[in-house]
Nanobody
Framework: EVQLVESGGGLVQTGGSLRLSCTASGFTFVDWAVGWVRQAPGKERELVSCISTSDGSKHYVDSVKGRFTISSDNAKNTVFLQMNSLNPEDTGVYYC?????????????????????WGKGTLVTVSS
């Protein structure tokens, strides 16, 4: 059974930092891609970052480039999202999404993924 457990969310002021973790069980990250999806209040889910653990390639949506860094510890089957210079627009629930064939995942395909591809999410709130 695949399980994804996120942690690290919380309340932070504008300009602050948080580090999210996603630990998987039931499969190994190696040879798969892992994504972080954000659902802001009243908005659609958005894939903000993704890492291909097989080749280390990393992807970011434009709004987080230069501020967020995704990384993985394959030995611990854990993916991290370091979030710096946070602003209120970063507020939302952050979900871990895995295992993915690649980081080239469109919104429609992402929405169609069944529940066992998703963690339960961790809430990030950035106050102004």
């Amino acid at each position: 059974e695949v399980q994804l457990v996120e942690s690290g969310g919380g309340l932070v002021q504008t300009g602050g930092s948080l580090r999210l973790s996603c630990t998987a069980s039931g499969f190994t990250f190696v040879d798969w891609a892992v994504g972080w999806v954000r659902q802001a209040p009243g908005k659609e889910r958005e894939l903000v970052s993704c890492i291909s653990t097989s080749d280390g390639s990393k992807h970011y949506v434009d709004s987080v480039k230069g501020r967020f860094t995704i990384s993985s510890d394959n030995a611990k089957n854990t993916v991290f999202l370091q979030m710096n210079s946070l602003n209120p627009e970063d507020t939302g629930v952050y979900y871990c999404l895995a295992p993915l064939l690649s980081c080239s995942l469109g919104a429609q395909a992402m929405s169609a993924l069944p529940a066992d591809y998703w963690g339960k999410g961790t809430l990030v709130t950035v106050s102004s």
